[in-house]
DNA sequence: CTGTTAGCGCATTCAA
DNA sequence: TTGAATGCGCTAACAG
């Protein structure tokens, strides 16, 4: 049977209600009493069960979650991931806002963020662009004591409590590492296509790429990264030109979304196979893996990233701060045989 | 506010007592009672809320794991799985021993199952060898009305709950379709290694390897699989013969322990490099990794098989039936540059 | 068959 | 600065 606030109460001869003041830190408590408490804790060796802490204080946190819209699939996932969070809010002590903005738009994500009231939020998670405006309306929040978390792309320079994402430039050389061993030993070029260079995950991506591929597969090339603005159409127009001008292409990283108008490309083309490493788990990627147009893709998955950004800012929110190695999210690497 | 047993009490005009009766199927309720309460349960939408429930019958339950014993990296860590779980346990209403036998000793499975006594035991989580006396062992228990269920490797036969790991017939193919990426081009052998063929998982990962090897990599033709009895010695002493038995070996697929004995071996050999896939993260994988012996490893996340085991038994020993999709283990891939 | 009542471990008024 | 009393949502005796 571990010790109750009852069992601490009673060897530290006081009452319950002080014990929970000096439990949660609340002020109005003489030094003496407290270390008896506390002396109390560690005597008996008392940890709260924190269940039962929610259930008596029925406080209801509400957080903002903030998403690019469009039809990027994996951005629709992640919403999919924040809908299921909602669903589980009850338990949670959670009431989740969901709020989109026009993708890759820096201004409309700073608007957005303005328009909060720090009142009635208790914290904000968000897909960032990497922009000057997106940092400071990020830093405001934080500044009126809102605890902030970046989803999927960081902010490197703001005040952001916590990135909710994977390390992009591991990212970056695991694809490398894949391509590398997959690509025809003959020498050739890789196709590297971006979204957008103010993503500060395409960057990382894109660097830790280059990093590997020079140092360990220096008989292939990289020709890029083109940018395809997550934008099935403008990917495939864009990689469509480069296999044109370039015979000598063996392989493409796509790192960012649009992969619906790479397979067009690729599935359409005739000529010695590509390899082809790919970004992020949707119904697409998951086809032109099962089809064979895929080599592998590269996942994060977007529920752990949801509920890692909810469990930090609740955890802020009562001014503990999360377990940083509990909340690391994984590289994933799929092929046919192993998708989900 | 969601609704509460005292409001859907309320809107059936019954009492608490009633209402937690058809809640939890207990008996003693006329039907036309029953209906009165499930339709203000649905009426209300209703959910109970699992953190109070839990808190209020303070039941304990008392599960065992039975785990192979002996330096295979891999089961020790699965123990440190058990033993984190351990220490969660007051907060999860249970109370883990964990015992160990002799590894691929079926009988003494056996034997440490028969000495179970169904009274105080709530479920029994097991890694199993696949053999008669096991699965006799574990029937018994559920005839007992013990609820088991399978931790690694599983026991098809058996009237066990639940498998709690990976496919590893799609581990297999995984590997396989790594393998055929990786390895030169030219015609050449892939030497197979396994444990030992009492083991289902390891049977399965042999058969889902075979089948993709010979479907889409016809130049490669399979050596094997010899048995390592997932020892370093022996696994070292069977590799050490078949490689220099046969030159024209382009790569290894160890699909089971004793990974010591075969970077022993492939780091003292000269000649080309050969693409190699093992299982499981291991200090000893994971530096073969690094130094780049392997070239990619696969892995079952210990932690959540345990955390599934738990859920599962916990489940089945309240009666409710776990979510089987929720339970589902992922088959993980590593890479040197992504490994956690 | 059904209802009353007293907790589970903790937080939080309201008094003192 | 401290304590007594009440309730969170649910379960479980114990009566009726």
Redesign the pocket.
Known sequence: ?????????ATA?????????V??G?????Q???DRVEQAVRALG?????T????????VYPLVFVLPDGPNSFMRNLEYEVRQAMTRSPHERTAIKLMTTRPLDAEAIARTLDGLDPKDVAGVALVAVDTACVVAAVDRLVSLGVPVVTLVSDLPGSRRAHFCGIDNVAAGRTAAGLMGRFARSTPGKVLVVAGSMRLSDHMGRASGFADVMAREFPHLSILGPLEGRDDALAVRRVVGAALAANSDIVGIYSLGAGNRGLVEVISARTGPRLSVVAHEVTDYSRKALAEGHFDAVINQDCGHEVRSAIRVLLARADGLDPVKAQERIRIDIFLRDNLP
Chains 1, 2 share one sequence.
């Open positions: 049977m571990r010790p109750t606030v009852h069992d601490i109460a001869g006081v009452s319950l209600a002080t014990v929970d003041r439990l949660n609340r002020l109005g408590v003489r003496k009493t407290i008392y940890v709260r069960d924190m039962a802490a929610n259930l008596a204080r029925r406080r």
